[in-house]
């Protein structure tokens, strides 16, 4: 007599037993990625706002700034409503301006009509150590984000 085709109970259990292990082993890197796209989203986002600043500098031919709150952990452009907050589990590293006209709990950074900047330092932070920097030219106001 032959034997049914499909799968036994047992061979069913260890199949997935299997799977379980794979999906156990494959999870804290999906983690890890997830937090690295965070941290590159809010360097970007800081980089889009700090580089907006020189452009409407630019076109207004009147200064420009942009301010972070390190103790709210938000930033934004002057006399613009909305503030931008980092996503979660990004915070910051520290900003860093060349001049140090440190404002109360945080920082301003200005963009001059003719295009150039005040030069300035973002670090942009993850609580396992990673981090992104994003700088401002002071000659020429370009805004770039690297390691």
Avoid: C, H
């Amino acid at each position: 007599m032959r034997r049914p085709a499909g799968f036994t109970l047992v061979e069913l259990i260890v199949v997935l037993a299997i799977l379980a292990a794979l999906a156990a082993l494959a999870a804290p890197s999906f983690s890890r990625t997830i937090a690295s796209a965070r941290l590159r989203s809010g360097a970007s986002e800081v980089r889009a706002t700090l580089a907006r600043a020189r452009s409407l500098a630019v076109a207004g031919g009147q200064v420009r700034s942009v301010a972070f709150d390190l103790e709210k952990g938000e930033y934004g452009i002057d006399n613009e409503a909305s503030l931008r907050r980092l996503p979660d589990t990004v915070g910051w590293g520290g900003v860093r301006v060349v001049g140090d006209r440190k404002e109360r709990g945080g920082a301003r950074v200005l963009f001059f009509p003719d295009g150039s900047a005040e030069e300035a330092e973002v670090t942009v932070t993850l609580p396992d150590g990673g981090r992104i920097r994003v700088t401002v030219d002071p000659l020429t106001g370009i805004v770039e984000a690297g390691t």
